[in-house]
């Protein structure tokens, strides 16, 4: 089964740049959705925020908070899925997680597999 661990998290300004990555440990990402979610500390997961589907079977889906600003895709080089977020804003603060599926969902309890979670912090 694949594990997964972000990366990339940290502290900008509002306006900013940041990029999370989501790598396989075991297994390979490829064969799997892999989808982004986050979640504030006290209050309830977000739904996805973005999705890539497997290799296989292609396509990409956004939530609509992020869409036209976070872009999802995969580097099967490097084994991982990255999450490219652009025009950061400070509601956009929270720990993100990358999870596996074999199909992409919005709804986050159709994932079996979590990472560890990465926080952002966005704020000046």
């Known amino acids: 089964q694949v594990q997964l661990v972000e990366s990339g998290g940290g502290s900008v300004q509002p306006g900013s740049s940041l990029r999370l990555s989501c790598a396989a440990t075991e297994g390979r990402v490829d064969d799997y959705a892999i989808g982004w979610f986050r979640q504030v500390p006290g209050k309830a997961r977000s739904g996805g925020l973005a999705c890539v589907e497997s290799s296989t079977n292609g396509g990409t889906y956004y939530g609509d908070s992020v869409k036209g600003r976070f872009i999802v895709s995969r580097d099967s080089t490097k084994n991982t899925v990255n999450l490219q977020m652009h025009s950061l804003k400070p509601e956009d603060t929270a720990v993100y997680y990358c999870?596996?599926?074999?199909?992409?969902?919005?709804?986050?309890?159709?994932?079996?597999?979590w990472g560890q979670g990465t926080q952002v912090t966005v704020s000046s």
């Open positions: 999870a596996a599926s074999r199909t992409c969902w919005m709804d986050g309890d159709h994932y079996p597999v």
